[in-house]
């Protein structure tokens, strides 16, 4: 017996929720109908293609197979769909912008353009420290601070992000610290500084950090750049930090000229989306962004 497409969505819906029970909730169906159409893929199939474990039902390796074809599936009649229906013609509908928490403010302040120049377009901002995945459709587009290694995916570079040495205000009247160009490790020796844990530790910031704090003056790790922003407001310790990403925060001071660490900023995109109007259009007015605040950006 052939297989049917709408017994694929539930291996989909399980992969995606984990359990049976939110396969269901997906799927806005009972339990029992989602346990019967799995069972009846099965048949289909001739293969079975979950695990009944005490904790409930499990895609085993032939089920994830399955379920990565079933992807493919969905992908291509998803844009079928919208290729017939003109969807990706008209700069209208929603897009899905991933980030990272210390870019997402810069960019809902500064696409506020977008928003009147066309309002039937909707950004969905997507904020993780760690990537989307765009090939799965997680997201239509991203700004990302490293260079894309995948062959599948287009990227082009938007700017460069400078980063910069920062206190809070209530901790610089009380030390009075600054610091002139030339800062090195001998410079904030003894002084109190925030860390970075997790995938930020990798950031220009956090590799600055560990290449010049001694350990005994690390006052506290934070596993985002905005737990970090926060620690120094709080007057934790000083902070090597996005300058951008201060900007404005009257209670937030540089404290050396000097740009310690940059990194590159990129625009990424799958390559079904090229062409996608609406995609194209917030696409653009990124890169519009970008280049307005270049100066901003590279902390001059």
């Keep these: 017996m052939p297989v049917r497409w709408d017994d694929l969505r539930f291996v989909l819906a399980l992969r995606s929720a984990g359990s049976l029970g939110g396969a269901a909730r997906l799927l806005k169906c009972e339990q029992s109908t989602a346990s019967r159409r799995i069972g009846a893929l099965e048949a289909d199939l001739g293969v079975q293609i979950v695990t009944r474990t005490p904790e ?46 210390s ?33 799965r459709r997680e997201a239509d587009l991203a700004v990302r601070m490293f260079r894309e290694t995948s ?11 400078g980063w910069s040495l920062y206190a809070s205000a209530a901790f610089v009247a009380r030390t009075h610290v600054a610091f002139g ?33 001694r350990p005994e003056d690390i006052a506290l790790r934070a596993g985002s750049v905005m737990a970090v922003i926060n620690a120094v407001r709080n007057g934790l310790g000083l902070g090597v930090l996005p300058c951008f990403a201060v900007h404005g925060m009257s209670d937030v001071v540089r404290v050396t000229p000097a740009v310690l660490a940059t990194t590159e900023a990129f625009l990424v995109i799958p390559p079904d989306h090229r062409h996608t109007a609406r ?15 270049r100066d901003l950006l590279a902390g001059r």
């Design 279 to 293: 995609v194209r259009v917030v696409m653009d007015a990124v890169t519009a962004l970008f280049e307005r605040e």
């Design 56 to 101: 409930g039902l499990v895609l085993n390796d032939a089920g994830l197979a399955v379920a990565e074809l079933a992807e493919t599936v969905d992908r291509g009649i998803e844009e079928l769909m919208r290729r017939i229906g003109g969807e990706d013609a008209r700069p209208e509908g929603v897009v899905k912008l991933a980030t990272t928490d």
């Design 151 to 161: 062959p599948s995916l287009l990227s082009r570079k938007i700017g460069d992000l």
């Design 103 to 135: 870019t997402a403010a810069f960019l809902m302040s500064g696409l506020v353009p977008l928003r009147n120049e066309h309002p039937n377009i909707h950004v969905e901002l997507l904020v993780a420290n760690s990537a989307h995945d765009l090939l």
């Design 181 to 213: 160009p030339a800062i090195d490790a001998a410079a904030i020796k003894g002084h109190p500084l925030i860390g970075f844990s997790g995938d930020v530790e990798r950031s220009p910031g956090g590799r600055w950090v560990a290449a010049n704090a």
